[in-house]
C-alpha cells in the first residue's frame, strides 16, 4: 500500500508554542497506541513569519496509508490531546493529505 503525507498548517501564539510541541508529540504517540499508523513525523516552523507574537507550524505526517487517516480521523474526539490542540492552535492555514503519483 501507498503512503499518504498530510501536511497541516496552523497558526500557534509564541507564548504556547512550546505547549503546542508537547502536546502534539503526545498525540501522535496516542494516534499509534493501538497500531503504527504515523511511521514518520517533522514539527515544522515557518521561516519568516511576519509577526514575534504569532507563529506557523506545520505537521508534516506520514501515515501508513489513507485507510489509517480515515481511521484516525473517525477517532479524533476519543484522543485525550485533541481537544487540548484545539485549544492552543489559532487560525487553521492549510489541512491537505497527499499520495504520490510518482515515486523515485
Same mark, same amino acid.
Given at each position: 500500500m501507498t503512503t499518504c503525507t498530510e501536511f497541516a498548517v496552523f497558526e500557534v501564539k509564541q507564548a504556547d508554542l512550546a505547549r503546542v510541541l508537547a502536546v502534539s508529540e503526545s498525540l501522535f504517540l496516542e494516534i499509534n497506541a493501538k497500531s503504527k499508523n504515523i511511521i514518520a513525523h517533522e514539527i515544522l516552523v515557518k521561516t519568516d513569519n511576519p509577526s514575534e507574537d504569532?507563529? $506557523?507550524?506545520? *505537521? #508534516?505526517?506520514? *501515515? +501508513?496509508?489513507? $485507510?489509517? +487517516?480515515?481511521?484516525? =480521523? =473517525?477517532? *479524533?474526539?476519543? !484522543?485525550?490531546?485533541? =481537544?487540548?490542540? $484545539?485549544?492552543? +492552535?489559532?487560525?487553521?492555514? !492549510? !489541512?491537505? #493529505?497527499?499520495?504520490?503519483? +510518482?515515486? #523515485?
Amino acid at each position: 500500500m501507498t503512503t499518504c503525507t498530510e501536511f497541516a498548517v496552523f497558526e500557534v501564539k509564541q507564548a504556547d508554542l512550546a505547549r503546542v510541541l508537547a502536546v502534539s508529540e503526545s498525540l501522535f504517540l496516542e494516534i499509534n497506541a493501538k497500531s503504527k499508523n504515523i511511521i514518520a513525523h517533522e514539527i515544522l516552523v515557518k521561516t519568516d513569519n511576519p509577526s514575534e507574537d504569532t507563529q $506557523e507550524i506545520c *505537521w #508534516h505526517l506520514t *501515515w +501508513v496509508n489513507i $485507510e489509517a +487517516v480515515k481511521a484516525s =480521523s =473517525s477517532q *479524533w474526539s476519543s !484522543y485525550p490531546s485533541a =481537544s487540548i490542540i $484545539e485549544g492552543l +492552535v489559532g487560525k487553521k492555514r !492549510y !489541512y491537505g #493529505h497527499f499520495v504520490a503519483l +510518482v515515486g #523515485h
